[in-house]
């Protein structure tokens, strides 16, 4: 069955997006908190998809090598995150690899567990690449993010201890807000006031 034929059902599949350090942790953590609501998030899935003896895993290695192995844990000779985002955040060639790798990877699993909640009316899927991965035939509806891009490398220095230049770099490698915002349904506004975003979800959800 093509994938995206398993994706066609009544259910209610809201893509949740905004750009990094956005605060869309925040958000989901809301949700799980006071909504009796799956959530499926595309970075953990990611995550899963390139532990050892994966196919993801093996792939990985043999494009970048062994130097992609964290030395913290090499009896488990598990993948450095850490050390693949910074390559390929320098390296564009080696983004776009990872990411055609990565992303239907992605995708088919997130259709997969999908079906494991389809007695759920409704499914939260957490996906910050949404628009430049191509997600949206999987959602009935998307929800993005707001928030000023001061406030977001402010969020992305502390949580990442990088430095400014490394968060406006990460920040400008994604779609603005504006080019996200065309093709969205919600807008949640995650400026300052969390208020205004729990409004706007205590009226849709």
Not at 68 to 78: G, L, R, T, V
Not at 115 to 130: D, E, G, H, M, R
Not at 188 to 197: G, H, I, M, R, T
């Amino acid at each position: 069955m093509d994938i995206h034929q398993k994706s066609k059902n009544n259910q209610r599949r809201i893509g949740l997006t905004g750009g990094i350090a956005s605060g869309k942790s925040t958000i989901t953590n809301y949700i799980s908190k006071h909504k009796n609501i799956p959530i499926l998030d595309a970075d953990n899935l990611s995550r899963e998809l390139i532990k050892p003896n994966t196919y993801g895993y093996k792939k990985i290695l043999d494009y970048f090598g062994n130097k992609i192995i964290d030395n913290k844990n090499k009896s488990e000779k598990a993948i450095n995150r850490k050390l693949l985002r910074n390559i390929i955040f320098k390296n564009a060639e080696s983004k776009e690899w990872i990411e055609k790798l990565l992303h239907p990877l992605i995708k088919e699993k997130m259709i997969e567990e999908c079906s494991k909640y389809k007695n759920n009316q409704t499914i939260i899927l957490v996906i910050p690449l949404l628009f430049e991965a191509k997600f949206e035939d999987i959602c009935t509806e998307i929800w993005l993010v707001k928030c000023p891009k001061e406030l977001q490398k402010k969020r992305l220095i502390t949580r990442d201890k990088i430095s400014e230049k490394e968060a406006y770099y990460s920040i400008n490698l994604q779609l603005s807000f504006e080019e996200k915002r065309k093709f969205s349904d919600i807008i949640l506004d995650n400026s300052d006031d969390q208020n205004k975003w729990i409004k706007t979800i205590s009226k849709i959800l």
